[in-house]
C-alpha cells in the first residue's frame, strides 16, 4: 500500500464549479501538508501548504486536513480555465526527515470554458 | 535570481549509453533532491543531500548515482541507460519544509 494514495481522475468540469481533490495517507508521522500544481510540461510549484488539523484559505482554494482520518482535501471555488492542471497533494514528516515530501500520483484536472 | 535550473532540457540515449543530469539552485537552500515523474505513478524521490557533502538514497536509486559538488549544485549520473529509466527528472531544493522545482529532463531511452 503507498503512503499517499490520490484519486488520479481526470476530472473535467465546467468553467465555475467547485473542485474537491483528495488523498488519504497512513504515514501518521506526515505533520505538514503541501499541495503542488503543475501545468503542462513545467515543473511543480508550491500552491498552499498547512501545519494542522483544520481549514487554510487563500483565495479560491481552501486546504482540509483531518489527521485522525488522515484524510487531504483541497476545495477550488468558481474555477477558471487557468486552473486546468495536475494537481499533488504532498505530506512531509518532522525530524531527522524534515524536508522530504512523499507525492500522490497526482490529480489531472481541466475546467472547461 | 533563476531559482532551480536543469540542463538539458531533454535528452535521447541509446541504451547502455551514460549521462549526467546537472542542476543549480541559486537561493542557498541546503538541501537538494532528485525525482523521476511517470504516467500515473507521482513523483518518486530517487536520492536527496540535506546539506554539502551527504547524499542518501531514496525511494528508487537503482541505476542512478548523485555528486552534490558545492551548495549550489548536485547532479544526478546514469551509468548504463536502460528504457525503463525513460521518464521525466525533476530536481528541487528546500528550505523550510518547502521544494522548488526546476523545470525538468525529459528523457528517453531506446
Known amino acids: 500500500q503507498k503512503e499517499v494514495e490520490q484519486d488520479p481522475g481526470p476530472l473535467s468540469v465546467p468553467e465555475g464549479a467547485i473542485v474537491s481533490l483528495n488523498c488519504t495517507y497512513s504515514n501518521s508521522a506526515f505533520q505538514y501538508f503541501m499541495w503542488y500544481r503543475q501545468y503542462s510540461r513545467k515543473g511543480p510549484e508550491l500552491l498552499m501548504y498547512?501545519?494542522?488539523?483544520g481549514n487554510k484559505e487563500d483565495g479560491r482554494f481552501t486546504a482540509q486536513v483531518d489527521k485522525s482520518s488522515k484524510y487531504i482535501s483541497l476545495f477550488i471555488r468558481d474555477s477558471q480555465p487557468s486552473d486546468s492542471a495536475t494537481y499533488l497533494c504532498?505530506?512531509?514528516?518532522?525530524?531527522?526527515?524534515?524536508?522530504?515530501?512523499?507525492f500522490g500520483q497526482g490529480t489531472i484536472l481541466t475546467v472547461h470554458p | 535570481n533563476a531559482g532551480v535550473t536543469q540542463t538539458p532540457k531533454f535528452q535521447v540515449l541509446k541504451t547502455g549509453q551514460s549521462m549526467t543530469l546537472q542542476c543549480a539552485q541559486d537561493?542557498?537552500?541546503?538541501?537538494m533532491y532528485w525525482y523521476r515523474q511517470d504516467p500515473g505513478m507521482g513523483l518518486r524521490l530517487i536520492y536527496y543531500s540535506a546539506s554539502e557533502g551527504t547524499t542518501d538514497k531514496g525511494e528508487v536509486p537503482n541505476g542512478y548515482n548523485v555528486s552534490r559538488l558545492n551548495k549550489r549544485e548536485f547532479s544526478l549520473r546514469l551509468e548504463s541507460a536502460a528504457p525503463s529509466q525513460t521518464s521525466v527528472y525533476f530536481c528541487a531544493s528546500s528550505e523550510a519544509g518547502t521544494q522548488y522545482f526546476g523545470p525538468g529532463t525529459r528523457l528517453l531511452v531506446l
Open positions: 498547512t501545519y494542522s488539523s
Open positions: 537561493m542557498n537552500h541546503n538541501s
Open positions: 504532498a505530506p512531509g514528516a518532522g525530524g531527522t526527515s524534515y524536508g522530504k515530501l512523499t
